[in-house]
């Protein structure tokens, strides 16, 4: 698999060591422009931009590794669910209302998504989505081994 398969594509299957890779590198790019528009050397539009346009890479690598477990891209929806909990307004809801909404089952949702995501292995051989997970070859070209 190739770079861009990695970060753009929504077809194909992808390992855990690659999903935690890029989960890492998402990371750091967040903490980076949230530090950079915090500081003030770049604006919070710009920073609200790059942050949509991370979304599409993200997304793409959660339903591959969804591919992998054998289901489909539409579960990671879930994780929009859980932002969604997070951030409603539950002030109508008597207090274990809210903390149940609020707290708990977004916490819940987000637990269960990255075991699923990135504990769980993924099926052996091929499945509904495709062959067997291919690594990303970062540099160059990846060799088969010589075992002569």
Known sequence: MTLRQWCLSWRGRLGRRDFWLWLAVWTLLMLLLFSLAGSGRIERRTAAVLVLLLLWPMAAVMVKRLHDRNK???????????????????????MQWRLFLGYFIPALIIMAMMVELGALPGTAGANHF???????????????????
């Open 72 to 94: 489909g891209g539409q579960w990671a929806l879930l994780f929009i669910v859980a932002w969604l909990l997070l951030n409603a307004d539950l002030s109508s809801f008597a």
């Open 130 to 148: 495709g062959k067997a997970t291919q690594l990303v070859v970062f540099f160059g070209r990846r060799r088969e081994p010589n075992y002569q």
